[in-house]
Structures are given as structure tokens and as C-alpha cells.
């Protein structure tokens, strides 16, 4: 894998300390510099009135947009409810093999479900969709390890299932 850096860039409020724990893992996983860059944009431009969401494939392309460095792997952090034409919702998405991606919160909490809040579910959940996503983004594919963090989520119940570590599969085919 050729070194390169990555750039969490955020919309909305995140805390501190939780972006630095994500900073720190995501690190971990790729061994490469990550670094932070808040973002505020108007988001009303990508929210479709009919589905009461957010348009995944809108807010990709504006990422994809943002030209930080010409080596960095970008993915936009959010707090909104994520879609994309062909699904009811989406918890993120990238370009795969390209240098953009994006990952929201909102579907990974518990409060959605019916269930009692869990900070610490919610921050594993959010780790391991952007390493996911960044994943696509250096080339993997969905892998079919079942701890593997490439392994595809449909539901919040497929990502509390896996780890936020790549398996070893994974790893030798980016070259880490």
C-alpha cells in the first residue's frame, strides 16, 4: 500500500474525544497519518423532502470534491439519516478504489431501534463503518470472513458481529 494520509472531515458535532479515539484506530488499522478537518456545509441541498433523507450518492460526490491533498483518503463524517436510490438506507458508502467515502451515526444508534442508548455500541458501531468504508476506498471488497470488518452490514446487527480489524486476508491484499 503506498503511503498516503487520511482525512476525517466532519459535519455536524462530534466530541472531541471520540473523534480522537476514531483518529487512533483508524491509524491503527491502515498505518498511515490521520488527521481531522471540520467541514460546515449546508446539508439542506442534499435532503430529498419525499424520503425524509439525506442523499448518500450527493454527499459522496461532494467529498469526492474536496481537494485537501492529492494523496489523502477523505470520508465524511455525518449525523444524518443516509439513502441511496436502491436502498431504504445506508449506514455509509465509498468509492471503491478511489479516494472518498462517507459514514453516518444515525442509523447506528440504539435509541433507532427501540432500544437504550449505548455510547459505547454506537462509537464501535461509527469505528468500524469508516474503516469499512475506507477499506472500499484502498480496494477491498466485501470479504466473507465473518469477523472480518469488510464483511458486508445490512443490518446493525451484521457490524455488532464483526470487529473493526481487518482479517489477515484483507490486509495482505492492501499490503499492510
Not at 488499522?29 to 424520503?51: A, H, K, T
Not at 466485501?142 to 458481529?161: A, G, K, L, N
Amino acid at each position: 500500500m503506498d503511503k498516503q494520509s487520511i482525512i476525517l472531515v466532519t459535519h455536524g458535532h462530534f466530541e472531541k474525544d471520540f473523534l480522537l479515539e476514531i483518529t487512533d484506530d483508524v491509524k491503527q488499522e491502515f498505518l498511515i497519518p490521520v488527521s481531522i478537518r471540520e467541514n460546515n456545509i449546508d446539508l439542506s441541498g442534499f435532503y430529498d423532502e419525499i424520503r425524509r433523507q439525506y442523499d448518500g450518492n450527493k454527499m459522496l460526490k461532494e467529498i469526492d470534491s474536496m481537494h485537501f491533498s492529492t494523496d489523502a483518503k477523505k470520508i465524511g463524517l455525518y449525523r444524518v439519516d443516509l439513502f441511496i436510490p436502491i436502498l431504504t438506507y445506508i449506514f455509509g458508502q465509498a468509492i471503491y478504489k478511489g479516494n472518498s467515502g462517507i459514514a453516518s451515526l444515525y442509523r447506528l444508534k440504539n435509541e433507532q431501534y427501540g432500544m437504550t442508548q449505548d455510547e459505547d455500541l454506537l462509537f464501535s458501531r461509527f469505528r468500524k463503518v469508516i474503516i469499512h468504508e475506507l477499506g472500499h476506498t484502498f480496494g477491498l471488497k466485501h470479504c466473507y470472513v465473518p469477523t472480518c470488518v469488510m464483511r458486508s452490514s445490512t443490518y446493525v446487527e451484521d457490524i455488532d458481529q464483526k470487529w473493526h480489524q481487518l482479517c489477515s486476508n484483507c490486509r495482505d491484499e492492501i499490503g499492510l
